[in-house]
Nanobody, 120 residues
Framework: QVQLVESGGGLVQPGGSLRLSCAASGSFFNILTMGWYRQAPGKQRELVAEITSGGITDYVESVKGRFTISRDNAKNTVYLQMNSLKPDDTAVYYC??????????????WGQGTLVTVSS
């Protein structure tokens, strides 16, 4: 079984920065894509950024140039550096990974979510 533990959310003023972390643990062979989603009140969950095992990244248009996704494969951890935060970035952020588990079955795993609030 694979578990994800997220950290780094909180309250920040507009223009500020936060870094989210998500660490995977448990029994698995390898992690494929790692990503961050977010869900604001009254809105659907959306993909914010993702990074493949080869390091290829993709971002939703609204965060390009402000957010950076990265991963440390040795630590099975994905990060989301968020700069120039705006009130519209306020949401619960969820980590998501695709992984082959210890039985070599494909799984998608979600973190518990971490709240990011951008407000003055």
């Amino acid at each position: 079984q694979v578990q994800l533990v997220e950290s780094g959310g909180g309250l920040v003023q507009p223009g500020g920065s936060l870094r989210l972390s998500c660490a995977a643990s448990g029994s698995f062979f390898n992690i494929l894509t790692m990503g961050w989603y977010r869900q604001a009140p009254g809105k659907q969950r959306e993909l914010v950024a993702e990074i493949t095992s080869g390091g290829i990244t993709d971002y939703v248009e609204s965060v390009k140039g402000r957010f950076t996704i990265s991963r440390d494969n040795a630590k099975n951890t994905v990060y989301l550096q968020m700069n120039s935060l705006k009130p519209d970035d306020t949401a619960v952020y969820y980590c998501n990974i695709s992984v082959y588990d210890h039985l070599y079955r494909y799984n998608e795993v979600w973190g518990q979510g971490t709240l990011v609030t951008v407000s003055s």
